[in-house]
């Protein structure tokens, strides 16, 4: 690689992979894939999503997938998430936040 071309800038994220997973908003999400480009560890994929995939549709949010023609976000590959919130500050229509996966350590634990 020579000095003037640029290297893929990975942000350096504060969490290994599959501490944070994206929750997409279906109502909200327009399909415009800016999740997809905007994410280092390939985490989403758009596609043409089934209506009867998404029975948590509102009025609203059946207009949206009709209109867009049933493109969608999906986090395919959530185990690679690394929390970086890209994704979220991408989204034009704010349908993407970051939740915590709990762990395998927390669910086996025993109460005290």
Known sequence: MD??????VV??????AGVFAPVIDPNR????????????????V???RERSALPGLTLL????WWVHG?????AQNADQCHGCGLC??????SAITLARVASANTE?????
């Open 3 to 8: 000095a003037e071309t640029p290297m893929a």
């Open 70 to 74: 049933g493109m969608q976000a999906e």
């Open 88 to 93: 979220v500050t991408a989204c034009p229509e």
């Open 29 to 44: 999400c327009e399909g415009k894939a800016a999740c997809a480009a905007e994410c280092p560890y390939d985490v989403f």
């Open 61 to 64: 949010g059946s207009v949206k």
């Open 46 to 48: 758009v596609r043409r």
């Open 108 to 112: 086996a634990a025993p109460p005290p």
């Open 11 to 16: 942000p350096a994220c504060k969490h290994a």
